[in-house]
């Protein structure tokens, strides 16, 4: 592991302050947060992180779930992924949620990453990962190896010529399906960041995954206000039954009146390069009665622009397969 | 003798006399080799050799980490995580490292209660938090009941993994969890164990529910 300095703020200010003074806040950059450090730590131990310092923000007032005064909720940055998901509230009204951060990693990752660290957890591309590797993500324009070699688990959506990495994320998933916002505290002050907006397609330039600017500290997330009688569900696919990152995920928001959806919000995990959103299943479903059929047509115009790799034309039935699923269990719940 | 004749009878479990009873002087004094003198007055109760030992290393900050009850005043190099922490400059070598990665879960310990990976923490960040490792859940003489349920059920082969699954297991009592073997194994999922005693862990961990 490089040799980091390694600093305790106090204040969100004076985080901020020696944030600012990174050349960049994203891929390889020389100051780093450590919220939970599940993902910082495991990439500095493979060098594919270096920073020379660590600002660790865990006495940051940043740890509460609080009521918003609209009815939604309010989540600081440094909660951690099982206090969330056990969240009295959050099992209530927002248990797609819950049903995706329980789906993901281990009960003691759970204990220890951060909400904040959720949204920036980096792709598992085992070519990301590896340092005799060449990766536009890790270094840019040394060429992606991943499109010609293992991509079995990489993303057949949002892909480009210069990396296909797949967003890891179970967590962000349901909070697309959930429009939520990202907060953030920076050098020229406070922004709001729609859910969609965060992350950043990888085009040509991988190394660019949020629009995070050196300085930028997320402090809280803030879900709207629970749609009433909306029906949630979070479903998984991988290789094993627990303890893997998903090959296909979906969450979904439904909302169906007299048979009818009148309303529904789709994010699908483990095929995108960046959280999934998908308008055009949310097109399909609404106004449309809640049966079989519907919910097929959703799939397909989900994956209507999917573009396979050489091992992973599989993911594009399975995905389509694992929201079809889930909007029926949705429907029936 | 049955089953539960044996289950009944588990006079000598500790792993270190085994070692040292069975002919494995060589292995044993290759493992005293690379416990630094450092540690070894910290395992016996004072850290002043690890303090001194570790003032020089640039950048080294001064910590209290409160491990099973007791204070360690060390001076710890930012890179270090809880885990080799607790192993090298402790020696505490309950704790096992397994992938180093928190893909495995061996080196599970509990802190402030809650089950974490000490290989994916830095001890740094655990400066006046509460550790506990297996060496703190009991003794040969009085074990903690998951301990003697792992004992009774068999709950092991190689034993390397043993110490997280216990720390997991004991932590799992505490956590919203179903009562089915479904519920247990999916919560355990975070500690594998590469000689397959998965049967024989759920089946402990089920024990020692019945009887809370």
């Known amino acids: 592991m490089h040799t980091f300095e390694f600093i305790r703020p106090t204040d969100p200010g004076s985080a901020i302050a020696a944030a600012a003074q990174s050349k960049t806040a994203q891929q390889g950059a020389d100051v780093r947060f450590m919220g939970g450090g599940t993902t910082l730590i495991d990439l500095m131990k493979l060098n594919v992180e270096t920073p020379d310092r660590v600002l660790d923000i865990n006495r940051l007032p940043l740890d509460k779930i609080e009521a918003t005064p609209d009815g939604g909720l309010k989540i600081g940055a440094t ?18 949620l819950s049903q995706a951060i329980l789906n993901g990693a281990s009960a003691q990752i759970r204990n220890m990453a951060t909400v904040g660290g959720n949204l920036l957890q980096r792709t598992r591309c085992v070519y990301f990962r590896d340092t005799a590797m060449s990766c536009n993500k890790r270094e840019p324009g040394t060429g992606c190896p991943a499109i010609t070699g293992h991509n079995r688990t990489l993303a057949i959506l949002g892909s480009s010529e210069h990396c296909i990495a797949t967003n890891p994320s179970d967590m962000c998933v349901a909070m697309a399906a959930l429009e939520a916002t990202i907060h953030v505290q920076g050098a020229k002050g406070s922004r709001s960041i729609p859910f969609g907006d965060f992350h950043l397609l990888p085009g040509s330039t991988p190394q660019r995954e949020t629009v995070l600017e050196p300085g930028d500290l997320i402090t809280h997330v803030t879900l709207p206000p629970p749609i009433v009688g909306s029906r949630q569900m979070y479903l998984k696919l991988r290789d094993r039954a627990s303890y893997e990152f998903a090959l296909a995920s979906a969450a979904v928001v439904l909302t169906i009146a007299s048979g ?15 959280p999934w959103r998908s308008p055009e299943a949310e097109g399909a479903l609404t106004g449309k009665p809640a049966n079989d059929a519907t919910f097929r047509q959703a799939a397909e115009a989900a994956l209507r622009n999917a573009k396979p790799q050489s091992e992973n034309k599989f993911k594009i039935e399975l995905a389509k397969r694992c929201l079809a699923h889930a909007l029926k269990m949705a429907s029936m719940s | 003798m049955s089953i539960d004749d044996l289950k009944s009878q588990p006079t ?41 030992a570790l003032s020089n290393i640039e950048g080294a900050i001064p910590i209290t980490l409160r491990i099973n009850g007791k204070e360690h005043s060390l001076r710890i190099d930012p890179c270090t995580t809880l885990l080799d922490c607790i192993r090298e400059t402790v020696a505490l070598t309950g704790t096992k490292k397994g992938c180093d990665h928190g893909q495995c879960g061996a080196c599970t310990v509990h802190v402030n209660g ?23 859940l009991g003794t040969p003489d009085a074990m903690h009941p998951m301990q003697a349920s792992f004992l009774a059920c068999d709950a092991y082969q190689c034993g390397y993994c043993t110490s997280g699954q216990i720390m997991s297991a004991v932590a799992l009592l505490k956590e919203p969890c179903g009562p089915d073997d479904t519920s247990v194994k999916e919560l355990m999922s975070g500690n594998i164990c590469r000689c397959g005693a998965y049967a024989n862990i759920v089946e402990a961990i089920q024990q020692v529910r019945k009887n809370v």
């Open chain 1, 260 to 274: 009818r959806i009148t309303r529904a919000r789709v994010a699908l995990g483990g095929v995108g390069t960046k």
């Open chain 2, 12 to 52: 000598d479990p500790t792993r270190r006399k085994f070692l040292l009873t069975s002919g494995s002087s060589v292995a044993a004094s290759l493992v005293a080799a690379y416990v630094p003198a450092s540690a070894k007055s910290a395992a016996e109760g004072t850290d002043s050799g690890a303090t001194s």
């Open chain 2, 114 to 136: 809650k089950r974490v990976l000490s290989c994916l923490n830095l001890a740094l960040m655990h400066d006046g938090k509460e550790i506990t490792t297996v060496e703190g």
């Open chain 1, 79 to 96: 909660v951690r992924n099982s206090d969330l998901a056990y969240h009295p509230k959050v099992q209530k009204d927002y248990a797609v």
